[in-house]
């Protein structure tokens, strides 16, 4: 297998797309050295996050296969709208694009009263870059070893278990809640200041169960202080075959947060993307 | 393998628009969501 900065090297689908926009954003013919110039690669948060990581992986293996200068920007604030509104009103030619989670594209337009822009008629997404599934983790203190396990033992006791997020709104606390309207189980919130917070509290038993990133978790449950349930993807990830997905449980279960790129939709305006000639291509991934 | 563990994340790669049909099913699953949690930006 091929690792994984090859196969990001391998963005030729992402290349053909922005090749495409700059040939229109250009006239048809200026874009054939696309890119010509720096291209810059726009994250909604602050350096270190996932989005932002990804970001600069990206930035490093495509400016060496483009032999041209990929710069990530980190413009942080508004839960990621502060950058989707930087790229809604930048220009279409290829050069500047968003990296972006699903948070920002499919969470804050209805968390948000009014965005500055409108995520279907300003973005077009481009290429989605990663999944990064959620994992459930429990105390160790809790007796429960598999997900139907907690599910029977929640029930038992309504009321009596709570859980922690990153936040009111943050995925980890929508997928909770989605899980519980769709199981019937009653359990409590604890928001905290994102995972720094909440996987500690997790870790010290300060709350019972904790949906976070398998990165946040796994050191824990190597030691045994904490309990990996269950994953939110549809399937299950290859780095964790060994833990069941919510949807065995659940048919259709998927709450896995997306990291993908973004171009404004400016080329809507003057061309429709039926006329692509990258319609229907997929980036070249060399293990899918 | 160990940058993707390392990372927690699985590589993809879609075209425009299964990127956009995928953007789409979120779309509903967590209007629901935010519906049910009651959830509003501070």
Redesign the interface.
């Known amino acids: 297998m091929k690792p994984m900065l090859l196969r990001l090297l391998c963005l030729i689908g992402l290349g053909m797309v922005l090749h495409t926009q700059a040939v229109v954003a250009q006239g048809g013919s200026a874009a054939q050295s696309y890119p010509a110039k720096p291209v810059r690669l726009v994250v909604g948060y602050s350096p270190g996050g996932l989005p932002d990581t990804i970001a600069r992986i990206l930035a490093q293996k495509l400016g060496e296969r483009w032999k041209q200068q990929v710069i990530v920007e980190n413009k942080p604030g508004a839960n990621g709208n502060l950058a989707a509104d930087h790229i809604a009103k930048s220009a279409g030619d290829g050069y500047t694009l968003l990296v972006a989670d699903s948070g920002t594209t499919a969470i804050n337009p209805f968390l948000y009263a009014k965005l500055p822009f409108d995520p279907e008629k300003d973005l077009i997404p481009v290429v989605i870059v990663a999944r990064a599934p959620l994992f459930l983790a429990v105390h160790s203190s809790v007796p429960a070893n598999t997900f139907p396990e907690l599910v029977a033992l929640v029930k038992s006791k309504p009321g009596e278990f709570s859980y922690g997020s990153s936040g009111i709104g943050s995925i980890h606390h929508l997928c909770m809640e989605y899980l519980k309207s769709a199981l019937g189980m009653n359990i409590t919130h604890v928001p905290f200041k994102g995972t720094g917070q909440s996987v500690p509290a997790l870790v010290a038993g300060q709350v019972p169960m904790v949906f976070s990133a398998f990165p946040s978790h796994s050191a824990y449950a190597k030691d045994g202080r904490v309990k990996l349930l269950v994953a939110n993807s549809l399937k299950r990830s290859g780095f964790a075959k060994n833990i069941p997905t919510i949807a065995e449980t659940v048919p259709g279960f998927d709450f896995a947060p997306t990291i993908g790129i973004f171009a404004p939709w400016e080329r809507r305006r003057n061309w429709s993307t039926r006329s692509a000639p990258t319609r229907g291509r997929r980036s070249n991934w060399p293990t899918r | 393998?160990?940058?993707?563990?390392?990372?927690?994340?699985?590589?993809?790669?879609?075209?425009?628009?299964?990127?956009?049909a995928?953007?789409k099913?979120?779309?509903e699953?967590?209007?629901?969501?935010?519906?049910?949690?009651g959830?509003?930006?501070?």
């Open positions: 393998m160990t940058r993707k563990v390392n990372l927690g994340i699985e590589a993809e790669g879609t075209t425009p628009e299964e990127y956009a995928s953007l099913a979120d779309a699953r967590h209007s629901r969501a935010v519906k049910i949690s959830a509003k930006a501070e």
